[in-house]
């Protein structure tokens, strides 16, 4: 079974905090993907990485940074929290580029305020 | 970039009705596209996806339609059962460069026993 798992499942910060959130995967797939879900608008992509220190901006990608160091971690940063990053942040891994299956992670529930 | 429009935003059926949610693209060259289910608080799962090359695709009670030349697919659930219940995403992929697939916003299946 593929697991990605995501370090948190819940945060609360304040406005202008630094907020890191974690996914790890562990079938040892290139290409990994950070979604933000909020009611009404479906999953939107935020940043996208298709190997080891490679990434590439998604949809929404203002207010967000993304690191990979590693093939197996993706960590999705937030430099400045502000309310209206208040969301679900969900994870992903998929072995193909641009067709497949996307594992998803459980998701990271934030809230700013 | 692509875009995905998916109706209806919510669908609330008796059980053994039949459901079926419908999605259009924008960008010809989309070759991908799968459905994603997602139950209340659980991640988002693959149940069916199809490429373009196939008009039409069954597993048990669902399918997936596509018509190329509308640029539409749908999904199809027959005899829905409660635990059907949860959002239904499309999504649509093209094939170029480092392409993701970019989701409808959901549409929320309500199956009433």
């Known amino acids: 079974d593929v697991k990605v798992t995501q370090s948190s499942r819940y945060l609360v910060k304040r406005t202008g905090e630094k907020v890191f959130l974690e996914c790890v995967q562990d079938m040892d797939h290139e290409n990994m993907f950070w979604y933000r879900q909020d009611p009404g608008l479906g999953l939107r992509l935020i940043y996208f990485s298709y190997d080891v220190k490679m990434k590439e901006k998604g949809d929404i990608p203002e207010g967000y940074s993304v690191s990979r160091e590693k093939k197996e971690r993706f960590s999705l940063i937030l430099e400045s929290a502000s309310t209206n990053q208040t969301s679900m942040y969900l994870c992903a891994s998929r072995e193909g580029l641009w067709a497949g299956e996307l594992f998803f992670g459980e998701g990271s529930r934030l809230t700013v305020l | ?113």
């Not at chain 2, 693209?25 to 090359?53: C, T, V």
């Not at chain 2, 094939?95 to 989701?103: I, R």
Request: with cysteine; hydrophobic share 30%.
């Open chain 2, 1 to 113: 970039g692509e875009n995905v429009e998916q109706h209806p935003s919510t669908l609330s059926v008796q059980e053994g009705d039949s459901a079926v949610i419908k999605c259009t693209y924008s960008d010809s060259a989309s070759n991908y596209f799968p459905w994603y289910k997602q139950e209340l608080g659980k991640r988002p799962q693959l149940i069916i996806d199809i490429r373009s090359n196939v008009g039409e695709k069954k597993d048990q009670r669902i399918a997936v339609t596509l018509n190329k030349t509308a640029k539409h697919f749908s999904l199809h659930i027959t005899e829905t059962q409660p635990e059907d219940s949860a959002v239904y995403f499309c999504a649509a992929s093209p094939p170029t460069g480092y392409s993701t697939l970019t989701f409808g916003k959901g549409t929320m299946l309500l199956v009433s026993p």
